[in-house]
């Protein structure tokens, strides 16, 4: 039952972290809607939430046919997931069309059968055997076509967490149709290690499944933390620059909540604002200056891949002090243009090594020279 | 102009623009210029920035639009200079300026660097434009940084891909 309930808890937690992607890319939304659906469908299966949801409609035989409606549902959106991948999206709609002809057909059986009060495998009497017949039969199909497809095709990824998720996602659709397989052996042999059984390979397959779907997109969901991480690294660096050059602030990004609703926003707006005021401030280092830098940094033995962030450092220091110092521009700044990258990750690479190095012991004896000098 | 006003305003004027991946800002502004139906040109030049001078320039002739960028920095920030100008270009600022720095252009007849230092004070926009400008750069740069990698993949896998939401980054 804890490992069924975790298994659940973790569902409700991809689906709502996969909910902004959903919403911006129409091909992650047939995932998301059968984790969404599975995950409805999970819960009202849940001891607890049968009973708080029976003292509110009163009627459980309706909770039951709510929560077959909702796995048929989730079963249609993994073939269209499928569908979708396979480049055959013009067979969406026929695949929509016989999910809503099966989910009319089990109404239609239910509605047929002897008078029942619930429609659970252990009741007695429940639906006519036709009714689970149609039911594990769509889901099973729809099932090990998704767990085929994901583990098939997933061993060809290039990339691990690629890879990974989706064998994970394959092998939670594996545990699904192992546990229909369950729900008929029991509505068959009555067996009690099947029924035992049930609750655990549900909490197993939800594990599998929501692991699959966040390995495999955690570069994108991480994405908000890497940007609040490189946000605290930049931030010395971004305040004494923008202090010395407050006219590259973009004063309206820096306000408000924009660090918690657009961290990307925030970072973007840190990184231009540092390079705009590096720009403006190398006015204020002098052919000498930058020498002397270069050979401070050598002498120290700083590793090639640090040179350029560790001479920029040692330069911007000079020039911060410089500009305090209310000195004259430069007629000829240095060429800051082999800097930096054409991505935004080794863009944000250099810079983090920039403030490393500002706040390193190495510059800050550079700028002590300098002041002497 | 409040920062959600701001974006708003701004997100709905680049809607129309398309960002290809990988992104090139040449090809970006090749297709701008297609758009727009007027040559677009993209000169480098070293030096733009002294104190209190800009470190990127629109200039609009009768028969074209040039934007120079300040050279002496990182590729990512040539893309936002660049960027920024063609904010000002899609916002359609300061016309008035423009009108007088093609007065200008045709007085010079050509696009010299040296001359375009000495016309720089002329081209002045308001705290709000620059805004304006800055915040469309900005959100196409954020634009670009969220579209994942092209995948090297084809057939089913690459559709397993896109559709479980892997987010490849550049290499």
């Known amino acids: 039952m804890v490992l069924e309930l975790v298994g659940v808890a973790s569902m409700w937690l991809v689906a709502f972290v996969k909910a902004p992607q959903a919403l911006r890319h129409p091909q992650q939304r047939a995932l998301w809607l059968a984790i969404t659906t599975i995950a409805v469908a999970m819960s009202l299966r849940l001891e607890g939430v049968d009973r708080v949801l029976q003292g509110l409609v009163g009627d459980p035989h309706t909770i039951d046919v709510a929560r077959q409606v909702f796995a048929t549902a989730d079963s249609a959106a993994l073939l269209c997931f499928v569908l979708l991948a396979a480049g055959r999206a013009r067979l969406i709609m026929p695949v929509l069309l016989v999910s809503g002809v099966v989910i009319t057909a089990l109404l239609w059986i239910d509605s047929a059968s002897p008078p029942h009060a619930r429609n659970v495998v252990n009741a007695d009497p429940g639906p006519s055997p036709a009714y689970w017949g149609l039911y594990f039969a769509f889901l099973f199909v729809a099932d090990f076509v998704c767990a085929v497809v994901c583990c098939f095709h997933g061993r060809q990824a290039d990339h691990r967490p690629l890879r990974v998720g989706l064998l994970m996602f394959g092998t939670g659709m594996g545990l699904a149709c192992f546990l229909w397989i369950l729900f008929l052996l029991y509505l068959a042999t009555e067996s009690q290690v099947a029924l035992a059984l049930l609750s655990p390979v549900t909490g197993i397959e939800a594990l599998f499944l929501a692991g699959g779907v966040l390995v495999a997109s955690s570069a994108a969901l991480f994405r908000p933390f890497v940007a609040l991480a490189a946000l605290f690294e930049l931030r010395p660096l971004w305040r004494d620059i923008t202090a010395a050059v407050p006219t590259v602030v973009m004063v309206e990004a820096h306000r408000g909540v924009t660090l918690l609703t657009a961290p990307s926003l925030r970072v973007y707006r840190t990184i231009i604002e540092i390079r705009d005021g590096l720009l403006f401030l190398r006015n204020y280092v002098s052919p000498a200056t930058l020498e002397a830098a270069r050979e401070h940094v050598v002498a120290h033995g700083v590793a090639d891949d640090l040179l350029d962030a560790t001479v920029t450092a040692c330069w911007l220091v000079a020039a911060l002090d410089a500009r305090r110092r209310g000195e004259e521009p430069q007629p000829e700044p240095p060429n800051l243009v082999s800097q930096g990258g054409t991505q935004l990750d080794t863009e944000l690479h250099f810079l983090r090594q920039l403030s490393r190095a500002y706040r390193s012991p190495l510059v800050r004896d550079f700028a002590r020279r300098e002041r002497v000098a | ?171």
């Open chain 2, 1 to 171: 102009m409040r920062l959600r006003r701001l974006r708003r305003d701004c997100r709905s004027r680049i809607r129309h623009l398309s960002i290809q991946s990988p992104f090139d800002v040449r090809v970006f502004c090749a297709d701008l210029a297609r758009q727009r139906g007027r040559p677009l040109h993209l000169q480098p030049i070293s030096g733009l920035t002294s104190p209190g001078a800009p470190s990127g320039l629109w200039l609009a002739t009768d028969t074209a639009d040039h934007i120079f960028y300040e050279q002496d920095t990182s590729p990512l920030h040539h893309d936002h200079i660049i960027l920024h100008e063609v904010g000002h270009m899609l916002c359609e600022h300061n016309q008035l300026a423009l009108d007088d720095v093609r007065t200008a252009f045709r007085a010079i007849g050509s696009v010299d660097p040296a001359r375009i230092r000495s016309i720089l004070p002329r081209i002045r926009y308001n705290q709000d434009e620059e805004q304006q400008a800055e915040m469309i750069a900005t959100l196409i740069l954020e634009d670009i940084g969220r579209i994942p990698a092209p995948s090297p993949l084809t057939g089913f896998i690459a559709g397993l891909e896109a559709g479980i939401g892997y987010h490849r980054s550049a290499e």
